[in-house]
Structures are given as C-alpha cells and as structure tokens.
C-alpha cells in the first residue's frame, strides 16, 4: 500500500478487499491462473495449473534468479548455442 496515499483509509479498505476470497476467486477467473488462498473456488482451472502440496516449484521471481540467476543461464544458453555451430 502506497505509504502517501490521498486517502489512507480508502487505500486500506481497498487492499483488504483485494486480498478478499472474492476479490481472489474474480482475479484467479479473470487471470485463469490459481492463487495462494486455499479457500477459493478453482474448479473451473486447469488441474494442472493448481500448485500441489509439498511441491517445491520454481520461482521465476526469486529475487537472486533475478538479480543473477537470469544472466548467468542467458550466459550457459548462449554459450551451448555457440559451440554448437
């Protein structure tokens, strides 16, 4: 939440209500993409887009993947394609 907003009180209410079970189920059928809440309706996704417990996925955006993690693979990618020639 911005720290300067015009109206702090509107600007909280407006961010409870984001992170809301409605507001969460309008934006998971809206983006088609599941979210962190475990009690919102994602029986109209994909099941394969439903992250599944005890599952260790990987975070494109980590902040070290990318800070470094990016560059470095771009590297080893160009690197491969190069020698490949």
Do not use: C
Not at 61 to 85: F, N, P, Q
């Amino acid at each position: 939440m911005a720290n300067k907003a015009a109206h702090p009180n509107a600007a909280r209410a407006f961010v409870n209500w984001l992170l809301s079970k409605e507001a969460m189920e309008i934006y998971s059928r809206g983006y088609g993409a599941a979210t962190l809440r475990t009690d919102v309706d994602e029986s109209f996704l994909n099941p394969q887009a439903i992250p599944k417990r005890g599952v260790d996925y990987f975070d494109q955006h980590d902040w070290k993947w990318a800070l470094t993690g990016r560059i470095e693979a771009r590297e080893r990618v160009g690197k491969i394609l190069r020698s490949a020639r």
